[in-house]
C-alpha cells in the first residue's frame, strides 16, 4: 500500500501545510541600493572610530602596563639589594678642613662632600641665615 501512496496522484486541490520565515536572495530597487551605500559609508566611518578609540585605549593600558613594570623592578631591586634611591632631607655643613659635606638630617651619614668656594668659605658678619641651598648634583 505503501508503493501505491508514492505512485498515485490526487485530484485534490493544493493545501497549505504552514508557513515559515527564511532567507532567500532578493534584488533590491534602486532605493534600497542607494541605502546600502549610504550604509557602507556609515559602518566605515564607525570602523575608523572605533580603530581610533582601540588605539587610544591600547596607548592608555601600554602606559599602564609600563609604569606597573618600573615599580615592579624598583621593588626587586630593592627587595634583592637592601637598598633603593629616595628623597631625604639633607644639611650642607662647612667642615673645618674648607669642604662641604652632605649630611642626612635622619641618620647623620655623610652622603658626599666637595671643596667648598670661595662664596661658602666667606664670613657672613651680619646675615645669620644660611646660604640659599643648590640643587643636588
Do not use: W
Not at 43 to 64: A, G, H, L, M, P
Amino acid at each position: 500500500m505503501a508503493d501505491d501512496r508514492k505512485t498515485k496522484k490526487t485530484d485534490t486541490a493544493p493545501r497549505l501545510l504552514g508557513r515559515h520565515r527564511e532567507e532567500a536572495t532578493v534584488t533590491l530597487t534602486e532605493y534600497e541600493i542607494q541605502e546600502r551605500r549610504i550604509g557602507v559609508m556609515k559602518q566605515i566611518d564607525e570602523i575608523d572610530k572605533i580603530e581610533y578609540e582601540k588605539k587610544e585605549t591600547v596607548d592608555r593600558f601600554k602606559s599602564k602596563l609600563s609604569e606597573a613594570e618600573t615599580l615592579l623592578r624598583k621593588y626587586k631591586r630593592a627587595a634583592t639589594d637592601g637598598k633603593e634611591l629616595r628623597e631625604v632631607e639633607v644639611d650642607m655643613i662647612l667642615t673645618r678642613h674648607n669642604t662641604v659635606e652632605y649630611v642626612r638630617c635622619d641618620t647623620g651619614e655623610v652622603l658626599r662632600s666637595r671643596p667648598a668656594s670661595e662664596t661658602e668659605l666667606q664670613e657672613r658678619l651680619f646675615d645669620n641665615t644660611p646660604p640659599q641651598e643648590k640643587a643636588f648634583g
